[in-house]
């Protein structure tokens, strides 16, 4: 229904399309085109997601919070629950910049840039998407090293308690330490988580656009 509905509003603004046969050799190039467009774009988008789902499980399991895990309604797998907050505050942050209103208007203006014919994504179109995927998983890094750094910093402390307590039971003392600690390091990172999810949504969009001016 989304997707009709999009259709049905932007189609007044799409140039005129080419004369060809659907079920043609080139009216079934023509939509094998557009399909990869359109995948790449929602692609590349999505890999913000990912980030934040990956670092929010790099986190999760530094902490002790790997076993909490909920049913992802998306993918049906299971995922930790760090993954998930992140996930829905990433929504949140993407909705409240009006990223949905830019990427419709993203999507109108690539019938300009790359109107519908047999030619449009070329290798290295393809490899656009290949160098900003990379670059997007490197964003769940940045997203998870505040967390990973101060708990290293406390696992270091602990080490250093057990060789000068060896009779100290650090798996007693330590994994609800780590719990708290944990729970406090993410709730002080997310000013910095805030301002990642600006810069990689920012990127994402740049990605997109240079998908739909870099081709062709």
């Given at each position: 229904m989304v997707a009709l509905a999009l259709t049905w509003a932007i189609l007044p603004f799409v140039p005129p399309m080419p004369m060809v046969e659907p079920?043609?050799?080139?009216?079934?190039?023509?939509?094998?085109?557009?399909?990869?467009?359109?995948?790449s774009m929602g692609f590349?988008?999505?890999?913000?997601?990912?980030?934040?789902?990956?670092?929010?499980?790099?986190?999760?399991?530094?902490?002790?919070?790997?076993?909490?895990?909920?049913?992802?309604?998306?993918?049906?797998a299971q995922s930790a629950l760090l993954s998930q907050f992140y996930t829905l505050l990433g929504t949140l942050v993407f909705l409240g910049l009006n990223g949905h209103l830019m990427l419709i208007q993203l999507l109108a203006d690539s019938f300009t840039v790359l109107p519908v014919a047999p030619t449009g994504a070329d290798r290295d179109w393809l490899w656009i998407v290949v160098n900003w995927a990379g670059h997007m998983f490197a964003g769940a890094v940045l997203v998870a090293l505040p967390a990973i750094a101060s708990l290293l910093v406390v696992n270091m402390a602990f080490g250093v308690m057990v060789r000068a307590a060896p009779q100290l039971n650090i798996f007693a003392v330590g994994f609800p330490i780590t719990l708290i600690l944990g729970l406090l390091i993410?709730?002080?990172?997310?000013?910095?988580?805030?301002?990642?999810?600006n810069n990689l949504f920012s990127e994402a969009f740049r990605g997109i656009s240079q998908l739909a001016g870099g081709a062709g």
């Amino acid at each position: 229904m989304v997707a009709l509905a999009l259709t049905w509003a932007i189609l007044p603004f799409v140039p005129p399309m080419p004369m060809v046969e659907p079920l043609s050799p080139a009216g079934l190039l023509v939509t094998a085109q557009q399909l990869l467009i359109g995948l790449s774009m929602g692609f590349l988008l999505r890999l913000v997601f990912g980030a934040l789902e990956l670092g929010g499980q790099v986190i999760a399991t530094q902490v002790g919070l790997g076993f909490a895990s909920l049913v992802d309604p998306q993918s049906g797998a299971q995922s930790a629950l760090l993954s998930q907050f992140y996930t829905l505050l990433g929504t949140l942050v993407f909705l409240g910049l009006n990223g949905h209103l830019m990427l419709i208007q993203l999507l109108a203006d690539s019938f300009t840039v790359l109107p519908v014919a047999p030619t449009g994504a070329d290798r290295d179109w393809l490899w656009i998407v290949v160098n900003w995927a990379g670059h997007m998983f490197a964003g769940a890094v940045l997203v998870a090293l505040p967390a990973i750094a101060s708990l290293l910093v406390v696992n270091m402390a602990f080490g250093v308690m057990v060789r000068a307590a060896p009779q100290l039971n650090i798996f007693a003392v330590g994994f609800p330490i780590t719990l708290i600690l944990g729970l406090l390091i993410i709730l002080y990172s997310l000013p910095n988580l805030m301002y990642q999810l600006n810069n990689l949504f920012s990127e994402a969009f740049r990605g997109i656009s240079q998908l739909a001016g870099g081709a062709g």
